[in-house]
């Protein structure tokens, strides 16, 4: 069964630094990858997607893929408070329909003024 | 911009009564999908469709549950019978493809609160 885990924390981290979160995956067969971000009470919202082994960069975010490891994180540069929301880890198998998408339980990021 | 509207926001029922979920995709997209996040919990999926079939579901979607796209907008998800346990935040999602490609991202609603008493 698929497994997707992340730290819940709270991650504390003051504004201006650079946020580190982290999310590991058991399966071998899952090939796409994917940030959320949640606010509370309301829908993900996809931050970015990683395909490929390697660092992926999107403005004040990468996404880092480490396949052989099986690990997964995004850094966020310069956090501000909006950035406070729970991130959401996911992971696909690509079985060549559409494919459902795997969840962590999220990590819960506060940006301290 | 775009946006997949689902409807209602908060529903309320009493254990045992049907209940349809609904939602509108974004129009030019082709796969749906079902998820669910009882609170606290993790977001999980329930079932996802294209060309008029499930396309793939999970151990949560048994008998109970059922989809379907009965014109060229709507996709909703029927809960036949439901339990305590069913009280769940429900969220539809649509893509242009499928998940694998490059690009293709799925847009969540912002979800129906299902409360049953």
């Given at each position: 069964q698929k497994e997707v885990e992340q730290n819940s924390g709270p991650l504390s981290v003051p504004e201006g630094a650079i946020a580190s979160l982290n999310c590991t995956y058991s399966?071998?067969?899952?090939q796409s990858f994917f940030w959320y971000r949640q606010y509370s009470g309301k829908s993900p919202e996809l931050i970015m997607s990683i395909y490929s082994n390697g660092d992926k960069e999107d403005g004040r975010f990468t996404a880092q893929l480490n396949k052989a490891s099986q690990y997964v994180s995004l850094l966020i540069r310069?956090?501000?408070?909006?950035?406070?929301a729970t991130y959401l880890c996911a992971a696909l198998s690509w079985g060549g329909g559409a494919d459902g998408l795997t969840f962590g339980k999220g990590t819960h990021l506060i940006i301290q003024p | 911009e775009p946006e997949v509207t689902q409807t209602p926001s908060h529903q309320v029922t009493q254990m045992g009564q049907e209940v349809i979920l609904r939602c509108v995709p974004?129009?030019?997209?082709l796969y749906f999908y079902w998820y669910r996040q009882i609170l606290g919990q993790k977001v999980e999926f329930l079932v996802s469709f294209y060309n008029n079939e499930i396309s793939e579901k999970s151990e949560?979607?048994?008998?109970?549950f059922s989809v379907e796209r009965p014109d060229g907008s709507n996709f909703t998800l029927k809960i036949r019978s439901t339990k305590l346990e069913d009280s769940a935040m429900y969220f539809c999602a649509s893509s242009e493809?499928?998940?694998?490609?490059?690009?293709t991202e799925a847009f969540f609603g912002q979800g129906t609160r299902l409360t049953v008493v």
């Open positions: 399966d071998r067969v899952s310069d956090s501000q408070p909006s950035d406070s | 974004i129009s030019n997209h949560i979607f048994d008998d109970q493809g499928p998940l694998t490609g490059a690009g």
